[in-house]
């Protein structure tokens, strides 16, 4: 399983349910990295959408832990192993299904996941939302190093990072 994510110089990802930044290059990163896939999102994230609608071209799992919780076009699983087992029995590999968020969400679903795809972004935001450190975290090694772009006077770059133990 795979994660995407966008995070600040202190892997912060959001603020008040929104996201810290728009960089068009990232939109059309996390679409290259998603579309055709099963994605994996809480329902905070999933309500974030615009017009609260599944992502098109995508198998929507939303994660909740409310049982009553619907959501149009969207598989509901109230547990990490009930997601994952969602997109399997949907016709999605490991490889094929990208959990996307939010910061609860990933820390859930890391243990399933082998690989992240990350745009750092060098700056430090004001946020209360954070993915978890993986240059920090001995499990974890940056695989590959993006290019460094920029946008108006933001820098960042796409990463790689892979699991190397469990």
Same mark, same amino acid.
């Given at each position: 399983? &795979? ?5 600040? +110089?202190?892997? +912060?990802?959001?603020? %008040? %349910? ?7 290059? @990232?939109?059309?990163?996390? &679409?290259?990295?998603?579309? %055709?896939? /099963?994605?994996?999102?809480?329902? &905070? ?6 017009? &609260?609608?599944?992502?098109?071209? *995508?198998?929507? !799992? ?5 049982? $009553? #919780? *619907? /959501? $149009? ?9 009930? /997601? /994952?087992? =969602?997109? =399997?029995?949907?016709?999605?590999? @490991?490889?094929?299904?990208?959990? !996307?968020? %939010? ?13 992240? #795809? ?6 430090? #935001? @004001? =946020? @209360? ?7 920090? $975290? ?5 695989? =590959? ?13 796409? $990463?790689? #990072? ?5």
């Amino acid at each position: 399983m &795979k994660a995407i994510a966008a995070v600040d +110089s202190g892997w +912060s990802i959001g603020r %008040g %349910g929104k996201l810290l930044v728009s960089i068009p290059a @990232d939109k059309e990163h996390f &679409k290259a990295k998603t579309m %055709g896939k /099963a994605v994996i999102m809480g329902r &905070k994230t999933f309500e974030s959408l615009p017009g &609260k609608k599944p992502l098109r071209g *995508r198998y929507n !799992i939303v994660l909740t832990r409310d049982p $009553d #919780y *619907r /959501a $149009d076009g969207a598989v509901i699983a109230h547990s990490p192993a009930e /997601a /994952a087992e =969602a997109a =399997a029995s949907a016709g999605y590999a @490991d490889e094929d299904t990208v959990v !996307i968020g %939010g910061g609860e969400i990933y820390r859930l679903m890391l243990p399933y996941t082998d690989t992240a #795809y990350i745009t750092k972004i060098e700056y430090v #935001y @004001d =946020a @209360d939302t954070t993915f978890p450190d993986l240059d920090k $975290d001995p499990e974890w090694e940056l695989a =590959a190093a993006g290019e460094e772009q920029t946008y108006f006077d933001l820098v960042y770059e796409f $990463d790689v #990072y892979r699991r190397v133990k469990r």
